[in-house]
C-alpha cells in the first residue's frame, strides 16, 4: 500500500474517485495487491473526511486482501501503523500504547517516508502527554526534515502537534509561529483541511489560556465556521457513502440482467439439446431399421444365390453356368463359400476381407446373376 492522499477539496473528484476504485474492486481481472490498494485509497478518503467507521472497514478489507499478495509483510506493518493514527485520531491512548508496543523497530525500516513521519508524530504525542516535552520536540524534528524533503503537503500536521508542545511549556510566540508556519504550508498546498484543522487549535489554545478577547481568537472562531460549513466532512461523506449504495445497486441490477440471462440461455440450451437427443434417436432408429432391411435384404440374395447355384439340370449338372458371366476371381470364391453354406462372416475370414467387402460382391454377383428374375421363375 502506498500513502498516496486524495485530495478532499472537490466532492466531485472523490466520488469520481470512488466510481473508479470500486470498479478496480469488482473487476474480475484486478489482481489481490489491486484490490488491496483500492481499499487502501478508499480507507484514507473516508479518514480525511472524519468518517472513521468506513475508513476502518475499507482498511480492514485492504489487509484482507493484502495478506493474499506476496507483499503482506509489508502490507502487515504498514495496517498497524494506520490503525495507530486512527486510535490516535479518535483519541484512544490506551489502544495507541497497546499498538505501539506492537511496532518493532524493525518493522520501521520498511515504511515510506510520510507512513514513519506520522508514527513519530503520535509518539510526539504520548511523550507529550508523559511530561517529556524535550523527546516530544526530538521526534517532531524528525518528522518536520522528512516531510520537508519528501511529503511537503503533510507539513501542517507537524506544527499542529507543535503548538500543543509549546502550549504545554507556555511559549506563546512560538505557538503562533507553528500556528503562522503550519497555515502558510497549508494554504500553499490547498489542503482545507489542514487549515481548518489550525484554526481549530487556535481558539482551544486562546480559550483554555483566557484571552478570548484577543483578536486572532475572534478571527479564528470565525474561520473555523467558515471552513466548517465548506469543508463538511459529514456531508461529503454521506454523499460518497450515497454514490457506492448507487453504484451497488447499479451491479445488482446487473447481476439480476446476466443471471436471467443466464437462465434463458440454459433453457435454451436444455431443450435444444432436448431436441437433439429427439432428432438422434429418431434417426437411430431409422438408421436400424434400414439396416435390419438391408440385412434381410442380404440375406435373400444370399439365399437365392445359395438355392440357384445349386440347382441341378435333368443331367445331375448345375443349371447356372457360371462361365457364361463376367464374374472376378474372387466373385466366383466367394460363391463356391455361399455354395459351402458359409456366413458372410466367415466368407471374410476365409478370404482375409471385411465383411462389408463381402456384402460388396454378394450385391454385384446378384445382379450380374439376374437371380431377382430367375427367382421369380
Request: hydrophobic share 35%.
Amino acid at each position: 500500500m502506498d500513502n498516496d492522499k486524495p485530495t478532499l477539496e472537490d466532492n466531485t473528484e472523490n466520488e469520481n474517485k470512488i466510481k473508479k476504485l470500486e470498479s478496480i474492486i469488482h473487476n474480475t481481472a484486478s489482481s489481490p495487491y489491486d484490490i488491496c490498494r483500492a481499499y487502501y485509497q478508499k480507507y484514507l478518503i473516508y479518514k480525511e473526511l472524519y468518517n472513521y467507521d468506513q475508513a476502518i472497514e475499507n482498511l480492514d478489507l485492504a489487509l484482507e486482501f493484502g495478506l493474499l499478495t506476496d507483499k503482506k509483510e509489508q502490507i502487515v506493518i504498514q495496517y498497524k501503523i494506520e490503525k495507530l493514527l486512527v486510535h490516535f485520531d479518535l483519541l484512544e491512548y490506551d489502544k495507541v500504547s497497546e499498538t505501539l508496543a506492537k511496532i518493532k523497530d524493525e518493522d520501521l525500516k520498511s515504511l515510506n517516508p510520510t507512513s514513519l513521519s506520522f508514527y513519530w508524530m503520535v509518539v510526539a504525542r504520548m511523550e507529550i502527554r508523559k511530561g517529556n516535552t524535550d523527546e516530544a520536540d526530538a521526534y517532531l524534528n524528525q518528522a518536520l526534515d522528512v516531510l520537508l524533503e519528501h511529503d511537503p503537503r503533510q507539513v501542517p500536521l507537524v506544527y499542529r502537534k507543535k503548538i500543543e508542545l509549546y502550549k504545554s511549556l507556555g511559549q506563546h510566540e512560538k505557538v503562533i509561529e507553528s500556528f503562522e508556519t503550519g497555515l502558510a504550508y497549508a494554504k500553499k498546498y490547498e489542503v482545507e483541511a489542514y487549515v481548518l484543522g489550525l484554526y481549530d487549535d487556535m481558539t482551544y489554545y486562546y480559550s483554555e489560556i483566557g484571552d478570548v478577547k484577543n483578536p486572532q481568537y475572534a478571527e479564528a472562531v470565525q474561520q473555523v465556521k467558515k471552513l466548517s460549513t465548506a469543508h463538511d466532512g459529514t456531508n461529503r461523506s454521506g454523499k460518497l457513502l450515497r454514490v457506492e449504495k448507487e453504484l451497488l445497486e447499479k451491479r445488482k441490477a446487473q447481476e439480476a440482467a446476466e443471471e436471467k440471462r443466464n437462465q434463458n440461455l440454459l433453457i435454451f440450451l436444455v431443450g435444444t439439446l432436448i431436441i437433439l437427443l429427439f432428432l438422434s434417436f429418431f434417426f437411430y432408429k431409422a438408421a436400424k431399421q434400414k439396416r435390419i432391411l438391408a440385412e434381410q435384404e442380404m440375406d435373400s440374395m444370399r439365399n437365392a444365390l445359395e438355392r440357384v447355384t445349386q440347382e441341378l439340370n435333368e443331367s445331375g449338372q448345375t443349371k447356372l453356368d457360371l462361365n457364361t458371366y463376367t464374374l472376378t476371381e474372387r466373385q466366383l470364391q466367394i460363391i463356391d463359400l455361399v455354395k459351402q453354406g458359409k456366413s458372410n462372416k466367415e466368407i471374410g475370414e476365409d478370404l482375409f476381407i471385411s465383411v462389408n467387402t463381402v456384402k460388396y460382391h454378394l450385391k454385384i454377383i446378384y445382379e450380374t446373376l439376374h437371380i431377382s428374375n430367375r427367382s421369380e421363375l
